[in-house]
């Protein structure tokens, strides 16, 4: 939701029109168009009516919006700030866009200020039957670990891509594969998967 348009839509196309053909037409390129019409001042009620989309999303939405002009009028990059800003999933990078910094300087004035996420993890059987897989996510929506690190090296298998509820690891064959032969060769690993759920 945080793309600019011209990344979205291309240069060549105008805010109204990308508005009118992605507000009105259901395509991926529909959230981003939802921002850009709360941004140009259409009213929640009146994209409800267009899309369907029911409004409370839209004001979850619009909440991103609203945080996005504050931080642009205020540059405030307090810890709370901060803090209040990574729990609505906004990246380093758009902060930095907001601000005029660069997303590695927003990083690196995040991780000063110890704004960084917690490993929480996921109890799979529902508490039925100890379970020795750890599934594991980051969130900065909590100030512990559920977990510690084991060691201090270790191999980092990238994922295939993001899951959706109802599947699971065992379907990214590959990267299963590959945690199997490094065990076999008495390495440690950690798989990494890209989510886009929000917490």
């Given at each position: 939701m945080t793309w600019t348009s011209e990344k979205v839509f291309g240069s060549t196309e105008s805010i109204d029109d990308a508005i009118s053909k992605y507000l009105y037409t259901p395509t991926p390129k529909r959230m981003f168009a939802l921002?850009?019409?709360?941004?140009s001042g259409i009213s929640i009620e009146k994209i409800y009516a267009i899309t369907g989309i029911?409004?409370?999303?839209?004001?979850?939405?619009?909440?991103?919006?609203?945080a996005e002009y504050d931080l642009q009028a205020s540059q405030d990059l307090s810890t709370?700030?901060?803090?209040?800003?990574?729990q609505m999933g906004m990246s380093d990078k758009r902060i930095g866009v907001l601000?005029?910094?660069t997303?590695?300087?927003i990083r690196k004035l995040r991780k000063d200020l110890d704004v960084v996420p917690s490993v929480f993890q996921i109890d799979t059987l529902a508490a039925e039957f100890p379970s020795d897989t750890n599934y594991l996510y980051m969130t900065y929506n909590g100030h512990h670990n559920d977990v510690e690190p084991i060691c201090d090296e270790g191999v980092v298998i990238l994922g295939?891509?993001?899951?959706?509820i109802g599947s699971s690891v065992e379907f990214d064959w590959t990267s299963v594969s590959t945690v199997e032969a490094l065990k076999r060769s008495r390495q440690t690993t950690?798989?990494?998967?890209?989510?886009?759920?929000?917490n």
């Open positions: 921002a850009m019409a709360l941004r029911d409004p409370w999303f839209l004001y979850k939405i619009q909440r991103i919006v609203d709370s700030r901060l803090w209040e800003l990574k601000t005029g910094k997303g590695l300087e295939s891509g993001p899951y959706r950690i798989r990494r998967t890209v989510s886009t759920l929000k």
